[in-house]
């Protein structure tokens, strides 16, 4: 029992390296599950565009486009025109002045009672042209533009309805796209699970028949990893109210778990447990520290687990020779001389077989 013991603390080094490696393949075991489970997010979801061409008709979608190809050709022919239109009214405005000069001076000759030159008659006869002209093209421009607007005005209601016909056929294709994405993360999701549940349950099993084994930080770190996956998997899936009653579940089991382990720790003494412990191996003729078979009397040449014991065929002919018997695999003392009558008596149950005196069970 003492050597186990040794065997099972180790150094202070020994049980950080094993606390941190338990921890590094805990965090190794994640990665591996997120890759797994990043391959499976990869696979590709519905496509809108493609459901929308099947709802929306193409024709409307097309004049819908040309119509606002033709928009912004008038747009940029009523810039045109109101651009020349300016250029047409400064022109106006500026021959008006000159006009108005050349009034202004005839008043001044006829008070003086000289008389406009025929040059200059000229001049504002040219000029009074000009400005007649030019008020003439600003209002053609005027009328062009007014024109121009008015079909704007026109296409761009033609637009409007075209749209509103889209958009009446695109409500069907957004409530088809839903539905059709709502179902590739309900698959996605049952994918990830179904590659995650196995393993968890997998582990939770190795976990509860292995907390034995020297081994069991190995399994330890294998279901934790599991565990906070398919939590994360869970939670990032289904809505947090399902999330929810699925973590104050697995709460209330772990919670339960722990308090039936207190109270039963309370009330049967770790003496007690390791007792019931040795017992049940003794009866399985297993080392209760290793597990290796004892191999004693007509059992000497089998071989045997907890699981096959109850099927072997024991050879008959009784050796019953009995003597002192240590495990061979690790080093326990389970049959040994009693102290007090000198018989052979089991090395790690309270009692003598033969004369049944009592020691203490470490
Ligand atoms: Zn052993
Ligand atoms: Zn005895």
Redesign the pocket.
């Known amino acids: 029992m003492s050597g186990t013991t040794k065997q099972a603390k180790g150094t202070w080094l020994h049980r950080f390296a094993i606390r941190f490696l338990t921890l590094v393949l805990a965090v190794l075991i994640f990665w591996v599950l997120g890759f797994l489970v990043n391959d499976i997010q990869d696979i590709r979801g519905p496509d809108y565009s493609e459901i929308e061409k099947r709802h929306v008709d193409r024709g409307l979608v097309s004049k819908s486009e040309m119509l606002s190809e033709q928009i912004a050709g008038v747009t940029r022919q009523i810039d045109n025109q109101t651009e020349k239109q300016r250029v047409v009214g400064d022109g106006s405005r500026s021959l008006q002045q000159t006009i108005n000069q050349l009034l202004e001076l005839q008043k001044l000759g006829l008070q003086k009672s000289v008389a406009f030159t025929e040059t200059e008659q000229a001049n504002f006869t040219v000029s009074l042209n000009m400005f007649l002209d030019n008020q003439r093209k600003y209002q053609e421009l005027s009328q062009a533009v007014s024109e121009l607007v008015e079909k704007k005005q026109a296409l761009v209601r033609e637009k409007e309805q075209a749209e509103q016909g889209i958009n009446r056929q695109r409500e069907p294709a957004m409530r088809e796209f839903q539905r059709l994405s709502e179902r590739h993360t309900l698959k996605l999701a049952f994918l990830q699970l179904a590659i995650l549940l196995p393993i968890l349950a997998v582990a939770a099993v190795v976990i509860i028949r292995k907390r034995a084994s020297i081994y069991f930080p190995l399994f330890l770190a294998f279901g934790g990893a599991t565990l906070v996956k398919v939590a994360m998997v869970v939670h990032e899936y289904f809505p947090s109210r399902y999330f929810k009653y699925i973590l104050i579940g697995g709460l209330l089991a772990v919670v339960a778990r722990l308090l039936v382990y207190f109270i039963r720790t309370i009330a049967f003494p770790k003496t007690q447990w390791l007792v019931k412990q040795y017992r049940e191996a003794y009866e399985r003729f297993l080392c209760p520290v290793c597990e290796y078979p004892i191999r004693i009397g007509p059992r000497r040449f089998l071989f045997w687990t907890r699981r096959t014991v109850n099927k072997l065929v024991v050879p008959a002919g009784r050796d019953e020779r009995e003597e002192a018997y240590t495990c061979p695999s690790c080093g326990s003392a389970l049959f040994e001389a009693?102290?007090?009558?000198?018989?052979i008596?089991h090395a790690m149950l309270p009692n003598?077989?033969?004369?049944?005196?009592a020691k203490e069970v470490k």
Do not use: E, I, L, Q
């Not at 003598?352 to 005196?357: F, K, L, Q, W």
């Open positions: 009693c102290a007090s009558c000198g018989k008596r003598c077989v033969h004369c049944g005196v």
